[in-house]
């Protein structure tokens, strides 16, 4: 059943808190996310319903998890590049938490299927899952998003960073981050399935997505 609102509030609390303690914790992150979800995942929910290619995300989303077959495909298209970033990483599709705390299973499913293209979202802006790139990519899907969760890692994280590492936050990233998160398509809206195998700088092109800068270590910006 529902939580009824002075048990959200005490529950969004002390998750917040743990969660601003330990940002590693996966758990207590998405419980954030659940918490906090509405209304910004119910606009996104409406974005998607006005557009055709928005029904058909929804309708994806509707068959379940996220789980993509990429063994294969030819070496530059999205789903070969989405298969090399999850296997470099030791990353499952369908790994992240799932939602526990929406009660709307529409708004529910978005949400859902926000935390499923997290990592096609990686491939795309070329950002690695590194403190610094995390960063960077809450960033860029906060302005994609709205979502309040993505602030809690942008906001925080950062204090992990070394003082080169923030430099480069918020003189490089941040700015990047804010321009091509607001220049992009609406990327919640895209059914990444069926472009699996069309090349991704085609994709990073027609969906306007700027690859991020170059990072600290890096040998380059992009995938």
Partial sequence: PPLSLPSRLLLLTSASL???????????????????????ARRILARMKASERGRRVLELAGRGRMRVEVGGMREGSLGAEYGRFMERNGFEAGGRPGVRFVSDPEVAMVVQRYRDVHDFWHVLTGLPPTVLGEIAQKWFELAQTGLP?????????????????????????????????????????????DHLEEPLEELRKRWRVEPAPRLPGEAGGSV
Avoid at 18 to 39: I, K, M
Avoid at 185 to 191: K, R, T, V, Y
């Fill in 149 to 193: 969760v993505t602030l809690l890692s942008a906001v925080v994280a950062p204090l992990r960073l070394s003082s080169v590492e923030q430099r480069v936050l918020a003189t490089e990233l941040l700015p990047w981050a804010v321009r091509a998160g607001a220049r992009a398509e609406d990327l919640m809206a895209i059914p990444y399935e």
């Fill in 18 to 40: 743990l969660a601003l303690r330990d940002p590693t914790r996966a758990d207590l992150v998405a419980a954030v996310g659940d918490l906090t979800a509405d209304p910004p």
